[in-house]
Structure formats: C-alpha cells, structure tokens
C-alpha cells in the first residue's frame, strides 16, 4: 500500500489533531471529517497547504459519502468533557449512535478497517481495580455522564456486531484520561481546570475530598498505541493508558508547585456518578501491541504548560 486513504472523523479535536499530524508523517492521504463542535480549525491549521491532507466540515451522524478509496477509518468524533455531557447530551448520543452507524457503513462500502475511540468511561464508577478489558463496568445509565458513557457502550456492541456479522476489520481502543497541548482551555476536564486557574491565579477547585485518582496519560504516548493497534489484527477492546496513578489533590499540588502559583486549593461537593478510581490494566496492550506510556508526568506537564501559557497569553491580549 504506497498511500493509504485514511479518514478520521473528529480530525479537528484535542485527539483527532494529533492523530492526523501522526498519520500524515506516516505517509497516509488523510480526510479529516469535523463539524466543529467542540473541534477548532486552530488544531489543524497547520496542515493547510498540505497536499495529502483535506478538511471537510461535516456532521457523521449525517450520510457520509467519499468518492474513491478509503483503506482506514478512525472515529473520533464526539465531545467528551464533563462540561459537553450537560451542553450537549443529545449531540453525544448521536453521534455515539448514529455517527457509529454512518461511519462503520461507509467502512463496510469501502472494505476499510475501522478503528472506534471508546473510553475509560464504559467502566463507569468501577468497583474492579485496576480496570481490565473484561469488567463490564458501573454505569448510571440514566445519570448525567450517562449520555457519554452510553454512547460508547453502544458505539462498541455496534462495531462488534459489524466485525460479527459483516466480517470487517475492526479495532476499539479505550482511552483512558489523556493530556497535551490543544486541549480546550474551558474543558472541564481536571487538568485544563487546573492548570488554567493556576496560570489565573484563581482558586483551584478540587471535587469531592480530592481522594479520587487518576491515570494520565500523554498525548504522543496514547497516539503511539492507537497507531500500533490499528496495524494489529486484534478485535476486541484494548486499554491504553497510564498505569501512574495520582490523587486530584496530589495533582492539584503539581500543578500549583509547577506554576508557581499562589493559588489555593478548594474543596467543593463530588458531582454525580464521578469516577473514585481509574487506572488501566494495559496487560492486553504489553502482550498485543508491545505498547506502554514512556513520557513521565512530568515531562508531559512542562510541555502542556508552555501551550496554555500561549493561549492564555493570546486570550488575555485580545
């Protein structure tokens, strides 16, 4: 194969971005598909003018058509911070739904593999730790991260049945919580949270008694293990993630000590169904994909930082 055709819906995001920045020094044509959302031309600026790469703004829960070959597709459209599961619940359900039928459909017409982006999130509020590939999961079907957690539940018993029944190649990567730069600055999600309001000088908000935990993971390192499971020939769900567990108040005081800040840390009530634990087992992903994170927290974190110092500088100016 000289040039694949490779597609990935939600090619504008935090995590589409980069993935066809990768694919590209890889050698692939790549169509990104995004209606911009939560996805921002910013992210993908940079590859105007780049002859194997093209934007089409699109929502993929509507019909998706592209004339001639398409060796791979990638879907990861959908909005996945805390803050979209109220702004945009029913948008997360279809695309989780309909986005999934529409994409696997034009991968079956094109005889393409097919690669979903689920989450960590399928295992809800886990009572197994650390999270192994065969724990069903603890989710609030119902709950106000149910609209997410749902949508990919679903998205996964969909691209196993069009594996079961269709014969096509299909992959699913769990993604467990990822950071870097061109993450939104008002996601919601803890890191931008913190990070933002300690560049603020603003209080640091922690949720809950700050004793829930986390596993982060960055960016180049969870791109790297998408790539290798899209070039395996396993089919059923793989956890990619840091296993480097942290407290949010531990965390929290990294990016306090980090700054420089002067901010103080507060606590206020847990929301809802809000994950205690997570960290992935990535025994699948050692075994299979040879794949485990290598940038250190630290490191990740000093780059991340020097991207929201610049936008924030550029939001201040303006």
């Not at 690669?115 to 609030?140: C, I, K």
């Not at 087992?281 to 299979?288: K, V």
């Not at 485990?292 to 201040?316: H, Q, V, W």
Request: charged share 25%; glycine share 10%; hydrophobic share 35%.
């Amino acid at each position: 194969m000289s040039q694949p055709h490779t597609v990935v819906t939600g090619g504008a995001g935090f995590l589409g971005s980069h993935l066809c920045d990768t694919l590209l020094a890889k050698g692939h044509r790549l169509t990104c598909l995004d209606n911009l959302l939560t996805g921002s031309v910013e992210n993908i600026a940079h590859l105007a003018g780049n002859d194997a790469f093209r934007f089409i703004r699109q929502d993929v829960t509507e019909y998706l058509f592209l004339p001639g070959a398409v060796d791979n597709i990638l879907h990861f459209a959908s909005p996945a911070s805390p803050m979209d599961f109220t702004r945009f619940p029913i948008q997360i359900l279809k695309v989780g739904a309909l986005g999934t039928h529409k994409a696997l459909g034009l991968a079956r017409e094109k005889g393409a593999r097919f690669l979903l982006a689920s989450t960590s999130e399928v295992y809800g509020d886990p009572e197994v730790h650390p999270q192994r590939e065969d724990y069903f999961g603890n989710v609030n079907p119902i709950g106000v991260r149910g609209v997410y957690d749902e949508a990919k539940r679903f998205g996964e018993a969909l691209t196993m049945a069009y594996h079961r029944t269709h014969g096509i190649d299909t992959k699913i990567v769990r993604i467990f919580n990822t950071y870097g730069p061109r993450m939104r600055l008002d996601d919601g999600r803890v890191l931008p949270q913190f990070m933002t309001q300690a560049l603020r000088g603003e209080d640091i908000t922690v949720f809950g008694d700050g004793d829930q935990t986390r596993s982060f993971t960055y960016v180049s390192d969870l791109i790297d293990g998408i790539c290798r499971l899209l070039d395996s020939d396993e089919h059923l769900p793989v956890n990619i993630g840091s296993t480097d567990e942290v407290t949010i108040r531990a965390f929290a005081e990294e990016i306090v000590a980090l700054t420089g800040s002067a901010s103080r840390i507060v606590n206020l009530p847990l929301p809802q169904d809000d994950p205690k634990r997570r960290k992935p087992d990535i025994t699948r992903a050692r075994e299979l994909l040879g794949w485990e994170a290598t940038i250190p927290r630290s490191e990740g974190l000093k780059t991340t930082l020097e991207y929201f110092r610049y936008k924030l500088a550029g939001m201040d100016a303006s």
